[in-house]
């Protein structure tokens, strides 16, 4: 199986920050591009931030470009996102995924496996 593990979310007010955690059990780690995704209720699951092998090219959403940063520890299978000056709208289950390809993509249909997810709630 190929596991992806999410966490670090919670209960944070607007303006905090925090770091989620994808721990992978993936062998081959760095050979796959990574992203993150959200879904807050009512809503469609939308992409946020994806990043590559080696994490020289990354990509975000509009939304949260110069408040989130992806990132990856190849030597420790894992993929971060830090995300910094968190608003409300922000709120919403957070998922990594793996995506097979070797280009980068922002859609869902194109990442083969999925996290749980991890609930990331910002009260105003």
């Known amino acids: 199986q190929v596991q992806l593990v999410e966490s670090g979310g919670g209960l944070v007010q607007t303006g905090d920050s925090l770091r989620l955690s994808c721990a992978t059990s993936i062998r081959t780690f760095s050979t796959y591009y990574m992203g993150w995704f959200r879904q807050a209720p009512g809503k469609e699951r939308e992409f946020v931030a994806a990043i590559n092998m080696d994490g020289g090219s990354t990509y975000y959403v509009d939304s949260v470009k110069g408040r989130f940063t992806i990132s990856r520890d190849n030597a420790k299978n894992t993929v971060y996102l830090q995300m910094n000056s968190l608003k409300p709208e922000d709120t919403a289950v957070y998922y990594c995924?793996?995506?097979?390809?070797?280009?980068?993509?922002?859609?869902?249909?194109?990442?083969?496996?999925w996290g749980q997810g991890t609930q990331v709630t910002v009260s105003s």
């Open positions: 995924a793996l995506r097979w390809g070797v280009s980068y993509s922002d859609s869902r249909g194109q990442y083969a496996y």
